[in-house]
């Protein structure tokens, strides 16, 4: 499976973004979903997930109330809606693809995702 993140850009402190998650080979419509990000100079860090049965979802404390995560299994495609974004949220993002098997625990750990789209630039100015 070959992920492909797409959506990022640049924008004002506030403003919103939608990041898609596409595979551009094969499918991850049998597999939960994540988005992490990767700051110049930080480690790559969880954003959100979304289990593909039930759809329970995930988030990190530092963007829960700001940004949802969905996905349209029809259409084998993953989405991260990002409102009132912060300078602080500029970050390289990645879309990745984890077992149906992976514990919740485990969710929240790039470890844990097999599959990882190339990222998309987001960069929120003050």
């Known amino acids: 499976v070959q992920l492909q993140a797409s959506g990022g850009g640049l924008v004002q402190a506030g403003d919103s973004l939608r990041l898609t998650c596409a595979a551009s080979?094969?499918?991850?419509?049998?597999?939960?979903l994540g988005w992490f990000r990767q700051a110049p100079g930080k480690d790559r860090e969880f954003v959100s997930a979304?289990?593909?049965?039930?759809?329970?979802?995930y988030y990190a404390d530092s963007v829960k109330g700001r940004f949802t995560i969905s996905r349209d299994i029809a259409k084998d495609t993953g989405y991260l809606q990002m409102n009132s974004l912060k300078p602080e949220d500029t970050a390289v993002y990645y879309c990745?693809?984890?077992?149906?098997?992976?514990?919740?625990?485990?969710?929240?750990?790039?470890?844990?995702?097999?599959?990882w789209g190339q990222g998309t630039q987001v960069t929120v100015s003050s």
């Open positions: 979304i289990r593909r049965r039930g759809g329970t979802t």
């Open positions: 990745a693809a984890a077992p149906l098997s992976t514990i919740t625990s485990s969710m929240y750990s790039a470890r844990s995702y097999y599959y």
């Open positions: 080979r094969g499918s991850f419509s049998e597999y939960n």
